[in-house]
C-alpha cells in the first residue's frame, strides 16, 4: 500500500529524504530541454535529471563520454528555466571529475554559478570519495550512482547486469554506506538485482532511486525519450513506454507534409 503523497510547493534534497522515511515513492525522469522540462514539472514529477544521457538522445552519440560540461550546462540552464518545483540534479560527465578532486569541486561550482540547478550527480564509490567529499563541504548537495555507470562502459565492456556475483555486489553494498557517511543526499542504483537493490535501499536512510533495479527501492528514474516511446531501438527489460510519440509524430509530421503539398494548408482562415 503506498504512502499517503505530501505537496511540496518545492522539491529540495531535504524533501526527498522525507519522501522516503514516509515512504513515499520518488518519482525521477530525464529533461534537457525548457518545453520539455516545463511539462515535466507541470505534471508533478519529483526530480528531474539533467543526464549525460543527452549525449546519446539529444546528439546521437553511441555513449555518454562524449559530452562535455559546457553542453551539460546548457542544457542544466534550458531546463531550470522552465521548472518551478521539482528538484534539479545534473550529471558531472566523464573527465571532469575523476582521480582529480580539485577539478571535481570546480566542475560542480561552474554547473551550480551557470546552470542555476540545485545538485549534481557523478558515478562510483571508494574511488571517488575524495571528489564528492570536496563537493559536499563546499556546500553542494551530490547524488551518487553505482551499479551499471555508463561513464565506464569500456572497462565493463557491455550494458549487462551488474553485481551478480559475491564480491562486486559486497562492493556496491560498502559504496553505498560509503557515500551515505560522505554525505550524499541520494544514490541511483542502475541494472543490479532486485534483491541487492532492496537490501541496499534497507541499510541506508537515504533514498536510492533504481533504474533496471526492482521496486523495492525508494523512487524510479527513466530517461524521458524512452518512456514515452520516441523511439524503438532501446528497449532493455527494465523499461516501460507509457506513451509511443514515434507514431504520433510521424503521423503527424506525413500529415503535414500531405497539406502542404496539397495546398490545403495554409487554408484562408491560417492567412492575413
Same mark, same amino acid.
Given at each position: 500500500?503506498? *504512502?499517503?503523497?505530501?505537496?511540496?510547493?518545492? =522539491?529540495?534534497?531535504?524533501?526527498?529524504? $522525507?519522501?522516503?522515511?514516509?515512504? $513515499?515513492?520518488?518519482? !525521477?525522469?530525464?529533461?534537457?530541454?525548457?518545453?520539455?522540462?516545463?511539462? %515535466?514539472?507541470?505534471?508533478?514529477?519529483?526530480?528531474?535529471?539533467?543526464?549525460?544521457?543527452?549525449?546519446? &538522445?539529444?546528439?546521437?552519440?553511441?555513449?555518454? %563520454?562524449?559530452?562535455?560540461? #559546457?553542453?551539460?550546462?546548457?542544457?542544466?540552464?534550458? =531546463?531550470?528555466?522552465?521548472?518551478?518545483?521539482?528538484?534539479?540534479?545534473? #550529471?558531472?560527465?566523464?573527465?571532469?571529475?575523476?582521480?582529480?578532486?580539485?577539478?571535481?569541486?570546480?566542475?560542480?561550482?561552474?554547473?551550480?554559478?551557470?546552470?542555476?540547478?540545485?545538485?549534481?550527480?557523478? +558515478?562510483?564509490?571508494? $574511488?571517488? *570519495?575524495?571528489?564528492?567529499?570536496?563537493?559536499?563541504?563546499?556546500?553542494?548537495?551530490? !547524488?551518487?550512482? @553505482?551499479? %551499471?555507470?555508463?561513464?565506464?562502459?569500456?572497462?565493463?565492456?557491455?550494458?549487462?547486469?551488474?553485481?551478480?556475483?559475491?564480491?562486486?555486489?559486497?562492493?556496491?553494498?560498502?559504496?553505498?554506506?560509503? @557515500?551515505?557517511?560522505?554525505?550524499?543526499?541520494?544514490?541511483?542504483? $542502475?541494472?543490479?538485482?532486485?534483491?541487492? *537493490?532492496?537490501? &541496499?535501499?534497507?541499510?541506508?536512510?537515504?533514498?536510492?532511486?533504481?533504474?533496471?533495479?526492482?521496486?523495492? &527501492?525508494?523512487?524510479? &528514474?527513466?530517461? !524521458?525519450?524512452? !518512456? %514515452?516511446?520516441?523511439?524503438?531501438?532501446?528497449?532493455?527489460?527494465?523499461?516501460?513506454?507509457?506513451?509511443? @510519440?514515434?507514431?504520433?509524430?510521424?503521423?503527424?509530421?506525413?500529415?503535414?507534409?500531405?497539406? =502542404?503539398?496539397?495546398?490545403?494548408?495554409?487554408?484562408?482562415? +491560417?492567412?492575413?
Amino acid at each position: 500500500m503506498s *504512502a499517503v503523497r505530501k505537496e511540496y510547493k518545492r =522539491v529540495t534534497t531535504k524533501s526527498i529524504v $522525507e519522501m522516503k522515511a514516509n515512504g $513515499e515513492k520518488i518519482s !525521477m525522469l530525464t529533461a534537457y530541454d525548457y518545453t520539455f522540462a516545463k511539462l %515535466l514539472d507541470s505534471a508533478g514529477i519529483d526530480v528531474l535529471l539533467v543526464g549525460d544521457s543527452a549525449s546519446n &538522445v539529444m546528439a546521437g552519440h553511441e555513449t555518454t %563520454l562524449p559530452i562535455t560540461l #559546457d553542453q551539460m550546462i546548457y542544457h542544466a540552464s534550458s =531546463v531550470v528555466r522552465g521548472v518551478s518545483r521539482a528538484l534539479i540534479v545534473v #550529471d558531472l560527465p566523464f573527465g571532469t571529475y575523476q582521480s582529480d578532486p580539485k577539478k571535481a569541486l570546480r566542475s560542480a561550482i561552474r554547473i551550480m554559478k551557470e546552470s542555476g540547478a540545485h545538485a549534481i550527480k557523478l +558515478e562510483g564509490g571508494k $574511488e571517488e *570519495a575524495e571528489s564528492i567529499k570536496r563537493i559536499v563541504n563546499a556546500g553542494i548537495p551530490v !547524488m551518487g550512482h @553505482l551499479g %551499471l555507470t555508463p561513464q565506464s562502459i569500456h572497462q565493463f565492456g557491455s550494458f549487462a547486469l551488474r553485481a551478480k556475483e559475491e564480491a562486486e555486489a559486497q562492493k556496491l553494498k560498502e559504496d553505498a554506506k560509503l @557515500l551515505e557517511q560522505l554525505g550524499c543526499f541520494a544514490i541511483v542504483l $542502475e541494472k543490479i538485482p532486485a534483491t541487492l *537493490a532492496e537490501e &541496499v535501499a534497507k541499510s541506508v536512510h537515504i533514498p536510492i532511486i533504481g533504474i533496471g533495479a526492482g521496486s523495492a &527501492v525508494d523512487g524510479q &528514474v527513466l530517461v !524521458m525519450q524512452d !518512456m %514515452l516511446g520516441m523511439s524503438n531501438e532501446f528497449q532493455p527489460r527494465f523499461l516501460r513506454k507509457y506513451a509511443n @510519440l514515434q507514431e504520433v509524430i510521424t503521423n503527424a509530421v506525413s500529415h503535414y507534409i500531405e497539406d =502542404v503539398k496539397s495546398v490545403d494548408f495554409p487554408n484562408e482562415k +491560417e492567412q492575413y
